[in-house]
């Protein structure tokens, strides 16, 4: 039986996913995390579904040996190819959570009858997740989807706030396929980092959408409705990574705006 004292796991292909750790701690501040970040295979954009399937499980077994009560794939590419993967592999001992669902019920709710851009890797993109759930619910939403590559390992490698990304930000934002959208959705738990470059380029008159808050509150309900909200005054959260470079620190820095002590762990040695 999952217990509140439990840590929450949560995993990303690399430091993406740290922004949606961030807003855990905001609005759950007494419940520790377990973060895995996939670096050594990053980005997942471009592997094939299978490929992100087999990671998905083994970093789930790793959570898993944790004694996590959740597991939530941080990781856009992850929650639109291997969810469902996950919760038939593990979802009978553990909560699975994903970031896709909450974004989308945030965009039903607020955009209805509008034209919502959504921006991700080519993975998220062409499994046209965000589309299919969108349009499910029937709001009478256009959905424009564009494929954005590059962002990952321009952020990853720390081309951010300088005329690199501005370019490449432009090069891709400036395609006729997000013309007249209403909202965009950052389709990557990365793409926050440039959040406000990304409005920048659109003089702020689009609705510029992160998931993170929604996820949060999404998992907030989701505990407290199983009655695992835990209020511990010093929870201690847990960083590894599957790879370590010295500007990973920094970056993580970044996006979960305090000194993190990463931990290497290479679990693919492990049987």
């Not at 005329?163 to 013309?179: G, K, M, V």
Request: charged share 20%; with cysteine.
């Amino acid at each position: 039986m999952l217990k509140p004292e439990q840590p929450i796991g949560i995993f990303d292909s690399g430091v993406g996913g740290l922004t949606v750790a961030s807003a855990i701690k905001q609005q759950l501040p007494g419940e520790k995390m377990i973060y895995f970040g996939d670096t050594a295979h990053l980005p997942y954009g471009d592997k094939s579904a299978s490929t992100i399937r087999a990671y998905s499980r083994r970093i789930a077994d790793f959570l898993l040996d944790k004694q996590v009560k959740v597991l939530l794939i941080a990781c856009n590419t992850a929650s639109a190819v291997a969810y469902r993967d996950l919760l038939e592999y593990v979802g009978d001992r553990v909560h699975v959570v994903n970031v896709i669902d909450p974004a989308v019920e945030f965009i039903t709710r607020h955009y209805p009858n509008e034209t919502v851009g959504v921006i991700g890797t080519k993975g998220t993109i062409q499994s046209g997740t965000y589309e299919r759930k969108i349009l499910g619910h029937k709001k009478g939403i256009r959905v424009r989807s564009l494929a954005t590559p590059l962002f990952v390992p321009m952020i990853e490698e720390g081309f951010v706030y300088d005329d690199i990304s501005n370019a490449i930000i432009r090069s891709y934002l400036s395609s006729e396929t997000l013309r007249e959208i209403k909202s965009l959705i950052l389709g990557c738990t990365h793409y926050p980092i440039i959040k406000n470059q990304i409005r920048k380029f659109f003089n702020f008159q689009v609705d510029v959408i992160d998931s993170a808050n929604a996820v949060a509150t999404y998992l907030k309900n989701i505990l407290s409705r199983h009655q695992l909200l835990n209020d511990a005054d010093q929870p201690g959260h847990l960083f590894y990574v599957s790879d370590y470079t010295e500007y990973f620190e920094a970056i993580a820095r970044m996006f979960f705006e305090e000194r993190l002590n990463l931990v290497l762990q290479n679990i693919w040695q492990e049987t």
